[in-house]
């Protein structure tokens, strides 16, 4: 029978097999490797005791940072970069049949709020924040290019001074600058809206302190959240970010893409204002966002 008796040099092959009867065989991968590379990053760094102490008190702290409306967990494993490597992981930037789809980003902690369905061409700016005025259109196509009408595009946005609804609901109201909206018969959408602000994350908690200690900062850059799903085609959770913008090459969560920025153009055009209902000057953005085929398991 094979003993687990502790040995230094073998520690982690032995842990690991204390797991070889794991009935579940994706489960026994999982745990094998984790133990496999946590054994491997103890040794290289060779953890003190007080060094392990002090990392389990982060983790406690992070745990009790949790509740309904903040995940401070997520929050960690989004600065550290895991949350992107898992997302791009899953959703591959090419079909199979080599057409290029819109890359998936972050979701992030501020889609707690149902985005009110809107009609298209609505403004999301309900409770009339300053900022620029901006008029967002698109589309949404398969990865062959053919439009997908009826397709559902959830919209939701920091102000210009950097916060969402749930961050001030007594000022902007729970709802503002969020929006569903449904494609037309063409796959095309369109709303008007502010240009959001780069904004810092919450760094109140273990995940800000980490931050500091590091001398790392906690901004990211100005970007609208976009969740794009259809029937027979593979949800994406993305951003568009707005070019030009603070931290675009030094996101603290590490989400942005190159293919995901866009110039928010500078328009300066009465007629074309009024066309839109915006003040001018305004500006605009298109995202055209192409959803791969559902994978049948
Ligand atoms: C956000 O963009 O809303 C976000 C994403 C990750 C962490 C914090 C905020
Ligand atoms: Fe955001």
Request: charged share 25%.
């Amino acid at each position: 029978m094979t003993t687990l008796l502790f040995d230094e040099d073998r520690s982690a092959e032995i842990v690991a097999a204390s797991f070889a009867g794991t009935p579940d065989p994706r489960l026994r991968e999982v745990m094998t490797s984790l133990v496999t590379h946590l054994h491997a990053f103890v040794k290289d760094v060779r953890l003190t005791p007080g060094e392990w102490e002090a990392g389990i008190r982060f983790l406690t702290e992070t745990g009790q940072m949790c509740d309904e409306t903040r995940q401070e967990f997520i929050l960690l494993s989004d600065t550290l970069g895991v949350s992107m490597l898992v997302e791009s992981l899953a959703n591959s930037a090419v079909s199979t049949q080599g057409d290029r789809l819109t890359e998936a980003t972050v979701e992030g902690p501020f889609h707690v709020v149902a985005s009110p369905s809107r009609e298209l061409g609505a403004d999301l700016n309900v409770a009339g924040e300053p900022g620029e005025p901006c008029v967002v259109t698109g589309r949404v196509v398969d990865a062959s290019g053919v439009p997908v009408p009826g397709a559902k595009v959830d919209v939701w946005q920091a102000n210009a001074a950097g916060f969402y609804d749930v961050q001030q609901p007594d000022e902007m109201g729970l709802g503002d600058l969020r929006g569903l909206f449904t494609t037309d018969a063409d796959g095309s959408y369109w709303f008007r809206t502010i240009v959001p602000a780069h904004y810092p994350i919450p760094a109140d908690g273990p995940v800000g302190r980490m931050l500091r200690q590091t001398g790392r900062h906690e901004w990211r850059p100005a970007h609208i959240h976009v969740e794009v799903s259809a029937p027979g085609l593979r949800r994406v959770t993305t951003h568009v970010f707005v070019a030009g913008s603070p931290y675009l090459e030094s996101d603290t969560v590490f989400g942005v893409k190159e293919s995901l920025i866009r110039d928010f153009v500078e328009v300066d055009d009465e007629a074309e204002a009024a066309a839109y209902g915006v003040a001018n000057p305004f500006r605009t953005v298109e995202f055209v966002v192409a959803l791969d085929a559902e994978t049948t398991p």
